[in-house]
């Protein structure tokens, strides 16, 4: 079996479609030890500050998660701060 190379640690799950003119998007990562209630305060604040809105979120076993942020390509706002 072939070992299974390892992306950047924000690339996203090739079944996750980034790929729309109207959008932009933002993979993060949440390791371990954040919280589900403290992932939830992060992302509100991005929300409400950013504007951007959650599109996917993906649980791992060792409890990790990947979250894909989107907003409007028109929206002039800031990125959110790589360690989410």
């Known amino acids: 079996?072939?070992?299974r190379s390892r992306g950047s640690r924000s690339a996203v799950p090739p079944s996750w479609e980034t790929s729309n003119d109207d959008y932009e998007y933002v993979p993060l990562r949440l390791p371990p030890e954040v919280t589900r209630v403290t992932a939830s305060?992060?992302?509100?604040?991005?929300a409400e500050f950013g504007g951007w809105e959650l599109s996917r979120v993906r649980a791992y076993t060792d409890g990790s998660r990947r979250v894909l942020l989107r907003r409007r390509k028109n929206a002039v706002l800031p990125v959110p701060e790589p360690g989410l």
């Open 41 to 46: 305060m992060r992302l509100a604040i991005q």
């Open 1 to 3: 079996m072939a070992a």
